[in-house]
C-alpha cells in the first residue's frame, strides 16, 4: 500500500486495494506457491508446489486459511463499499516487488474478469526471470519493474525498511490521508 499511493499520488490516479493472499509453501511460509484474489481465484506455481512436495490437501488447507484472512481484510478495508468499476478503464497493479509472481498472477486474474481496457503491472523491483514472464502472462498488459537486479534474493532486501503495513495505515491511505 506504501508503494501503491505513492504512485497514486504522483499520477493523480485513484487508489483503491485489491486483495490477494500468497499462499505459503508449509514451513517455508515466505516461499509463494500460489495466490488466491476475489472471485474464486486461485493460482498455483506447479514447480514450487512439486518441488516442494506439498500435498492436495496441504494446499487445500492454505488455501482455506488464506480464505478467511481475505475475507477478513476485506470486512477491514472496505467497510462495506464496493470495489470500483474498472470496466473500460485502465488499471495500474501496483506492490512492493515480484519475487515468484503468484500474487501478481492472481490479482491480474482477479481484475481480468472485470473487464479493464488495459492492465498495467508496476513494481519498483522483480526477480529478472518474474517480471519478464509477467510480460508474457495473459491479460497484462504492460509491465514495469524499476529494477532487476541480477542478484534478486528477495523483495524485502531492497527496501530499508520492510515493516508489515498495519491496517490502520491501509485505512488511512484509503481515505487520502
Known amino acids: 500500500m506504501p508503494v501503491a499511493a505513492r504512485v497514486a499520488a504522483r499520477l ?14 508449509p514451513g517455508h511460509e515466505e516461499l509463494a506457491m500460489g495466490a488466491i484474489a476475489a472471485g474464486g ?11 516442494s512436495r506439498v500435498s492436495d490437501d496441504a494446499v487445500a488447507r492454505a488455501v482455506e486459511s488464506q480464505q478467511r484472512l481475505l475475507d477478513e481484510r476485506a470486512r ?21 516487488g515480484l519475487a515468484t509472481g ?18 498495467v503491472v508496476a513494481v ?3 526477480a529478472p526471470s518474474t517480471c519478464a514472464d ?3 502472462t495473459d491479460g497484462v498488459d504492460d509491465v514495469v519493474c524499476v529494477v532487476t537486479p541480477a542478484s534478486f534474493l528477495a523483495v524485502g532486501y531492497w527496501y530499508d525498511d520492510f515493516r508489515e ?9 484509503l481515505a487520502g490521508r
Open 165 to 173: 503495513t498495519s491496517d490502520d495505515d491501509v485505512r488511512a491511505a
Open 76 to 96: 477491514t478495508y472496505r467497510d462495506d463499499r464496493p470495489p470500483p468499476d474498472v470496466t473500460g478503464r485502465t488499471v495500474i497493479v501496483v506492490d512492493d
Open 41 to 51: 481465484i486461485r493460482v498455483l506455481n506447479d514447480d514450487v508446489v512439486a518441488t
Open 134 to 136: 509477467l510480460r508474457t
Open 102 to 119: 503468484a500474487s501478481m498472477r492472481a490479482a491480474v486474474a482477479a481484475l481480468r474478469t472485470q473487464d479493464p481496457a488495459r492492465i
Open 12 to 25: 493523480a490516479a485513484p487508489l483503491d486495494v485489491l486483495l490477494v493472499r500468497k499462499l505459503g509453501v
Open 124 to 126: 519498483p523491483v522483480g
